[in-house]
């Protein structure tokens, strides 16, 4: 599939957070590119994912083309030295009472007194939702110099960008984690190596309900500026 470069804003004066963008042939010709639009849709798209969690997602899930689609944004994320760090692995229905079980074992070993119910409860967890996976990262793959930290953040990228391709396909999604995640019965039904930890589950499917959106933080609350003979100033 041919790759449409996302257009690019051009330096445009001095000051401006730009300013130092090299000025070379393919930067000319992105000036000639004055839209505001794809800004706006990305915007749009960023600010229309929300949380939906596994229990307000039906059928239907994605198609298998769009379930690519998915998963192909992935491949789009930053990796530091292109360790591809992070897997996907999918649950498929036919798989799901194996987790179930895994779910209900790992409860039961945390705390031997839960009651069937609550067993049931865990078991039921399995069963959420059109499409389930399980996104793993491994601690050492490739070059040992890329610290988990940077894995993680690449893991992270990688699943936001899944996240808004189901979202621009009108889907709902969800992570979740939990404390099965690193119970011995789910590293061994994944298959997991010792480097490696199960990070969250990606859950997705159509929006049966939604709960109302959330009010986000101000840019201003988490960003701040190193001025020179000043230090770290609030705000930008
Ligand atoms: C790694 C990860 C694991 C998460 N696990 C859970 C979870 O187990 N249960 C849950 O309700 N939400 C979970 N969340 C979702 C957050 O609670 C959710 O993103 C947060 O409430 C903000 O909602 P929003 O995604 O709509 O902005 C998880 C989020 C991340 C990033």
Redesign the pocket.
């Known amino acids: 599939m041919a790759v449409i470069p996302w257009p690019v804003k051009p330096a445009r004066h001095p000051g401006s957070v730009a300013a130092s963008a090299p000025r070379d042939a393919a930067a000319s010709r992105v000036a000639a590119a004055p839209s505001d639009e794809p800004a706006a849709m990305a915007a749009a798209l960023i600010q229309s994912?929300?949380?939906?969690?596994p229990k307000r997602l039906g059928a239907p899930g994605p198609t298998g083309a769009e379930l690519a689609q998915i998963l192909g944004a992935a491949a789009h994320a930053p990796d530091h030295g292109q360790l591809v760090p992070w897997r996907f692995v999918l649950v498929p229905a036919p798989a799901r009472p194996a987790l179930a079980e895994v779910f209900a074992q790992a409860l039961l070993e945390r705390d031997p007194e839960a009651s069937p119910e609550q067993a049931e409860q865990a078991r039921e967890k399995a069963h959420r939702s059109p499409v389930l996976l399980l996104?793993v990262v491994d601690a050492q793959r490739g070059d040992p110099e890329v610290d988990l930290a940077e894995r993680m953040v690449s893991a992270?990228c990688a699943?936001q960008n899944m996240?808004l391709m189901a979202t621009a396909q009108g889907y709902g999604s969800?992570?979740?984690?939990?404390k099965a995640l690193k119970a011995a019965g789910l590293r061994a039904l994944f298959q997991l190596l010792p480097s490696e930890q199960a990070?969250?589950?990606i859950s997705i499917g159509t929006v049966v309900s939604r709960?109302a959106?959330?009010v986000?933080p101000a840019a201003s609350s988490y960003v701040s500026t190193l001025q020179p003979g000043r230090g770290v100033v609030p705000g930008f």
Do not use: E, H, P
């Open positions: 994912r929300q949380t939906i969690l996104a992270g699943v996240l969800a992570l979740t984690s939990g990070v969250c589950f709960k959106v959330r986000r």
